[in-house]
């Protein structure tokens, strides 16, 4: 799994390098912006999960990396805006200061809206049929967007108010761009069967709000030095979470039934679903 | 001309109001956020010069609002995304209380964010062959991110040290969402002339640096009441514009050089021609 994973990182990484925007002149500062944030690191895992799918099901790199690198370039930039003194106010990512921190407030609110741009003009020039590319980008708009990722950041800035609504909150805040990066897979590999676009999809789902839950916990339990990140945020602001809904053992236990969802939605695929379902317990276990 | 322009304002403003994102639950704050900017008005330039074109060409309004309202979207997160704090930090837009001073800054920033979004989910749910939606969104995203507009408001931040810089700060800031939204017309319009699509640039091209030098002038000589945002604020900040690098005279020279060369581009189109001739004369003229 380990070894299976750093190849699969190797791949997105040189990806990620060879997609991102380069360039200089007068405007060369928001270059180096953009690519200081994206190539600060993390863990990559949602072009990973596309690379994964894709190949599980017999797909090309070639075929699903710009796509799923564009899902990291909108991530990237989600991170750079949610970083700013008018959303989360956060110094440090990654073990580096923010965008913001680095580069000042304007050319890291334009940072992050060049990179989710970006992602979009990218996908737009991949080389597949075009067909294909409308719909990944369908795909990825709608799940990047006001019905997803960032519907999920409207609802966490005001707070949820019920159980119900924090589930909510995660599927959309977190959830709907890892199931995208699952459903990217599947497209770039031109599967028509119903059922494997719901298998990846149930797999992605359950694995994006146990990622959140995983969070969740960190928050709590987690080391600064090892997450790159200030801890004990979400109890500072008093902000509901799986722990504070349900306590440490409680937001265990559901992030453990999240994740054998997640596994049993892979039963379809037997054995090619291998490191799908260890990626799985991987993220069950992350410390960062 | 008035009542030509009339009619597509109406048209434009319609497919608007279609496209918007409209939503509620949870996250309903956003969609009143977003709709409060995009319905706020504006001269619609952008998408009526798409909808000229196309229209000018015989190609069918059907194939190109959803092109051209996602540029409307684009222009519209750009200026509330530029109204922040940290950027222009300003509180009138249109004379309405600009996104941040109505919503505050988080959701006005995910407001903007939003619609950038929205503008690719649009084009990529449009009725049209996916050829012609890639090609569209090809144009759009490269004219709108980090080579084009995002490019532009980077220079602008920092500030034109020479009048050539100044003449590229323009084009990428305000041309090159203008001239895109002129090619959107073409494509649209299915036409395979290369002489075509040069000519319809060239016109847009300049239009859109003329756009800004008239937007230069207004800020010294306009009226508030009928901008809707306050004068003054080039010199306040010291910025270099047309009117700083030229003085006033001299800006409107440029003014009428560039609009003159607008105009002579689209001599291929003889009397076709005739609408988007008198729009340069009439955004040369333009009081807010």
Redesign the interface.
Known sequence: MTEELQRKTTVVNRWITDLA?V?GG??G???EA?NYSVKAGGKRIRPVLSLAVCEMLGGSEEDVMPFACAIEFIHT?SLI?DD????DDDDLRRGLPTSHKKF????A??A???L???A??V???AHV???I??EM??TV??A????GM??????D??G?DTYE?LV??YR?KTGALITAAGQIGVIAAKSKDESVFSAVSAYTDNLGIAFQIRDDLLDVLGDEQLLGKRVGHDEATGKRTFVSSLGIDGARMALEEYTQNAKKSLSVFGERAAFLSALADYLLQREH
Chains 1, 2 share one sequence.
């Not at 700013?84 to 959303?87: D, E, S, Y």
């Not at 000042?104 to 050319?107: K, N, P, S, T, V």
């Not at 990047?144 to 019905?147: N, R, T």
């Open positions: 925007p360039g007068y405007h500062s928001i270059f953009v930039y805006h700013l003194p008018c959303m000042g407030e304007a050319l609110l334009l992050g809206d060049a989710l741009n970006h979009f003009e996908m737009s020039n049929p075009s067909g590319a409308v980008i369908k708009s709608h990047g967007g006001i019905w960032i519907g999920g950041q409207v609802i800035m005001k949820a609504e909510t909150l959309m």
